[in-house]
């Protein structure tokens, strides 16, 4: 039987939601995987040997190359956030640091790399497109900030980074998810959701039915709040009691604050691994690093605009 994620690849189809399963995306990932190597070592050995690159040669092969373990990883990436599981989470952390090594090393790689140089500095740069012309200088400075210019044990600490950057952000992620899933408001008087819809009241009294109260109504209660943001939202916009309301707003800026999926320690070890990060590629900070690629000129002229906007949003 064909794994439905790889037929997708293969059609250039639409993800097959309806018909993949969890099981499907770790076969389908290193095959995809395993296909990328091939066809990226074909695209280095042609362009090491070719005196004339140009941009079908260059450009549009590594387009085509990166196209299906990109697709791929983004589909499990949107699962992730809107169909979580154990099943998939265990999956995805299967595979990740395997995407993440193979996407490295196409980032990393030093015959990419020149050819995109010598692509830069040939005298058909000139004839193409200004977009053309951006998407090249873009993909030399990808290949830059990916650590292409680092070398020995200073390559294998970024190359760990990004890894150990990857696994503490999907817990970050999961902290913040099992930590909206395990609140719960009862709420038992409805006088307390003054200015609620019957819709929402009839599908909080449905959450307090799944949550155990069998009796729960939509006219009688009881009514489970959630920081879910299908119940969060309505609660916050259409609720006449400020107390209620305050006391979901701070549960809802507090999650993930307290064990068992307190975010505190994984907070501060993204920042000392972006740091370093930064640091190894020259840069002073992670802020610094990250305008690398954006319009902002520089860190003061980011703090200086977010200090403008302070000083004009607060009362007079």
């Known amino acids: 039987m064909v794994n439905p994620l790889t037929r997708?690849?293969?059609?250039?189809?639409?993800?097959?939601?309806?018909?993949?399963?969890?099981?499907?995306?770790?076969?389908a990932v290193r095959t995809a995987i395993a296909e990328m190597e091939l066809d990226l070592t074909s695209v280095e050995d042609d362009v090491a040997a070719s005196e004339d690159l140009t941009?079908?040669?260059?450009?549009?092969?590594?387009?085509?190359?990166?196209?299906?373990?990109?697709r791929l990883w983004h589909i499990v990436v949107h699962l992730e956030s809107v169909a979580n599981s154990a099943a998939l989470?265990?999956?995805?952390?299967?595979?990740q640091t395997e995407v993440i090594r193979m996407e490295s090393r196409r980032a990393q790689s030093t015959l990419i790399f020149q050819?995109?140089?010598?692509?830069?500095?040939?005298?058909?740069?000139?004839?193409?497109?200004?977009?053309?012309?951006?998407?090249?200088?873009?993909?030399?400075?990808?290949?830059?900030?990916?650590?292409?210019g680092l070398i020995d044990n200073a390559k294998d600490r970024f190359n760990d980074i990004h890894v150990r950057l990857k696994d503490v952000r999907t817990?970050?992620?999961?902290?913040?998810?099992?930590?909206?899933?395990?609140?719960?408001?009862?709420?038992?008087?409805?006088s307390q959701l003054a200015g609620v819809s019957?819709?929402?009241?009839?599908?909080i009294a449905q959450n307090a039915v799944a949550a155990g109260h069998r009796d729960a109504t939509a006219a009688t209660g009881p009514w489970k709040l959630s920081l879910e943001t299908p119940v969060y939202l309505p609660i916050m916009r259409t609720c006449t009691n400020r107390t209620l309301r305050q006391e979901l707003y701070r549960a809802h800026m507090t999650k993930a604050s307290a064990s068992p999926h307190d975010n505190a320690p994984v907070m501060v070890e993204i920042l000392q691994l972006r740091r370093e990060r930064a640091r190894l590629l020259g840069f002073?900070?992670?802020?610094?690093?990250?305008?690398?690629?954006?319009?902002?000129?520089?860190?003061?002229?980011?703090?200086a605009m977010l200090q403008d906007l302070v000083e004009t949003c607060l009362p007079r």
């Open 8 to 27: 997708c690849l293969e059609d250039y189809a639409l993800p097959p939601y309806a018909t993949m399963c969890v099981e499907d995306i770790v076969p």
């Open 55 to 70: 941009w079908e040669s260059v450009m549009d092969r590594l387009e085509i190359i990166d196209d299906p373990l990109s």
């Open 89 to 95: 989470r265990a999956a995805k952390a299967t595979v």
């Open 115 to 148: 050819a995109l140089e010598r692509l830069r500095g040939g005298p058909a740069f000139a004839t193409y497109s200004p977009e053309q012309q951006r998407l090249v200088e873009m993909e030399i400075q990808k290949a830059t900030l990916s650590g292409v």
């Open 171 to 190: 817990q970050f992620a999961n902290n913040v998810l099992d930590a909206i899933q395990a609140y719960e408001l009862l709420v038992y008087d409805k």
């Open 198 to 203: 019957d819709s929402i009241l009839a599908s």
């Open 284 to 303: 002073e900070s992670f802020a610094e690093l990250s305008l690398a690629d954006k319009m902002a000129p520089s860190v003061k002229a980011v703090e």
